[in-house]
């Protein structure tokens, strides 16, 4: 089936890098991405998203970059933070217009 | 707004016994989800609805029953629990569907099942 998965299960930055957290997706009718931190203990929480329409988008300290040909999204945190640690998920709509599809998640962990 | 609120937080239960996890949102979406979510993995879609009185399966429907009389509610149940059932349990919900709308999340339920 359809799948949407992570490149690296962990990545350890120090405080005040950038971090970039990458997803592949397989589903080439995918028109919606999204970005989700979830906190331990806590569910997941939106932190960006972007439609197949666009190919970069820009938050407050994070960037989502979509490349259709290859089929992969990326998160981009600028100046990383201790609070910034956390699962990242990303997530792919498959072109349905009611199930988002979660891969595995990348565990982000900021040093001091 | 609260957002989307589920009770309870942590449940025990035994084998073959059964109950319902509450789900109640005060954002006036259509959409409403109920994901699993098992250690190291993404969420897994269980159910979902896009209003009152209309309930669809996910991926992974085997073993729940949902309902959705209101907006605002959508109760997940499960009917003899098995041990397979131990997992975190998220609701959700949005506006419209998923070309474009957010899908907020619970805090989630943790469920164990011994």
């Known amino acids: 089936g359809e799948s949407v998965g992570l490149h690296l299960p962990t990545l350890s930055v120090q405080e005040g890098d950038n971090s970039i957290i990458n997803c592949a997706y397989s589903?080439?009718?995918?028109?919606?991405f999204i970005w989700y931190k979830q906190e331990s203990g806590k569910g997941p929480q939106f932190i960006i998203d972007?439609?197949?329409?666009?190919d970069k988008r820009q938050g407050q300290r994070v960037t989502v970059l979509l490349n259709k040909t290859v089929k992969h999204l990326s998160l981009q945190i600028a100046a990383t933070q201790p609070g910034d640690s956390a699962v990242y998920f990303c997530?792919?709509?498959?072109?349905?217009?009611?199930?988002?599809?979660f891969g595995k998640g990348t565990l982000l962990t900021v040093n001091p | 707004n609260a957002g989307v609120t589920q009770t309870p937080k942590f449940r025990i239960l035994k084998i073959g016994q059964s109950m319902t996890l509450q789900c109640t949102q005060d954002?006036?979406?259509?959409?409403m989800y109920w994901y699993r979510q098992d250690p190291g993995m993404g969420l897994k879609l269980i159910y979902y609805s896009v209003g009152a009185g209309i309930t669809d399966k996910g991926e992974v429907p085997n073993g729940y029953n949902v309902s959705r009389s209101t907006t605002e509610d959508f109760p997940l149940r499960l009917e003899l629990a098995a041990p397979s059932q131990t997992s975190v349990y998220f609701c959700?919900?949005?506006?419209?569907?998923?070309?474009?709308?957010?899908?907020?999340f619970g805090e989630g339920s943790w469920l164990t099942v011994v």
């Open positions: 589903n080439s009718a995918s028109d919606y």
């Open positions: 972007i439609r197949s329409n666009m």
């Open positions: 997530a792919e709509n498959g072109g349905s217009n009611y199930k988002l599809t």
């Open positions: 959700a919900s949005s506006l419209g569907d998923t070309s474009g709308n957010t899908i907020y």
């Open positions: 954002m006036n979406h259509n959409y």
